[in-house]
């Protein structure tokens, strides 16, 4: 009977690690928590305990900012993008995938998405305005279609690295049954998929429903405006409601930080089993 090899753990540098996390990310958010529930004349000591509770503050946060607007725009870009970039990403990066060996044009395809991942999109922002504008795409659903296409490269090569680790048998397989390549991958290749695309989704929601850059360029209407832009409603000519701009920015962040909570370890399965080398 073998011998148990018992586990040696660093306590020190893990305890060291445990509250320097706790400084550096809890550490903020105590202090956003205690602005946003402060009375606008208690702001000395922003750490300190309030000495008045104001939780008029979020009511106020939510009527100024026009919130369920705001939060429709937001949730509804945000998962019809999700929707669709699962769905068609990851159909390019399973054709690429498997074709790339055969045909040069899906392996220069792969490389010509993977580069766009390098171009900051301060250098294509004043294009993509004026092409946005003459195509009538300066609305929630043309910025809806643009996040989907600017997702593409960095799942692209996500989804690639996923799609290398399964067996080519698969879809032989499929094939010598009569599987036409659309069943092969809706019906086999899809399904085992589920832990890259739970990846793929949890970073496109934190990406969209976080980005400021491309609804502040593309969203000059009010009403399609998202939750990020209607955070400059507390800034003014001469001073910033600090606590009110807090409290909204609680308010936005508590979504996000809820499905993080729930879907945080299907993004570390998801890399996992997509770190392959492509």
């Known amino acids: 009977m073998k011998e148990k090899v018992k586990e040696k753990y660093n306590w020190p540098m893990t305890i060291l690690l ?62 019809v993008n999700l929707v669709f970039t ?31 991942m390098f171009i900051p999109f301060n250098v294509i922002m004043l294009p993509l305005v004026k092409q946005a504008a003459a195509f009538n795409m300066d609305n929630i659903y043309g910025i809806t279609f643009l996040y989907i296409i600017f997702g593409l490269p960095m799942n692209t090569f996500l989804y690639t690295g996923f799609v290398k680790s399964l067996p080519v048998a698969i879809d032989e397989a499929a094939y010598i049954d009569g599987a036409t390549p ?65 409290a909204s920015y609680l308010l936005v962040l508590i979504p996000i930080l809820i499905v993080y909570v729930f879907c945080q370890k299907w993004i570390i399965a998801g890399v996992t089993s997509g770190s392959v080398k492509a």
């Open 86 to 116: 699962i769905i068609t990403n990851s159909m390019v990066a399973y054709a690429i995938t498997r074709n790339r060996d055969k045909n040069k044009f899906f392996n220069m395809m792969y490389y010509y998405f993977v580069s766009a």
């Open 182 to 246: 659309f069943q092969t991958f809706f019906r086999i290749i899809f399904p085992l998929m589920k832990s890259m695309s739970a990846t793929v989704a949890i970073l496109s929601f934190m990406w969209t429903w976080n980005d400021f850059s491309m609804p502040l360029v593309l969203l000059s209407d009010e009403k399609y405006q998202t939750l990020q832009l209607a955070q400059y409603v507390f800034k003014g000519q001469f001073n910033t409601e600090y606590n009110l701009a807090f």
């Open 18 to 79: 445990v509250l320097l996390a706790a400084l550096f990310i809890l550490g903020p958010l105590y202090i956003a928590v205690m602005i946003a529930i402060r009375d606008p004349s208690d702001m000395a000591n922003v750490i300190a305990w309030p000495k008045v509770f104001r939780f008029q503050n979020f009511a106020d946060a939510w009527r100024m900012t026009n919130y369920p607007q705001k939060f429709k725009n937001t949730f509804f870009i945000t998962v």
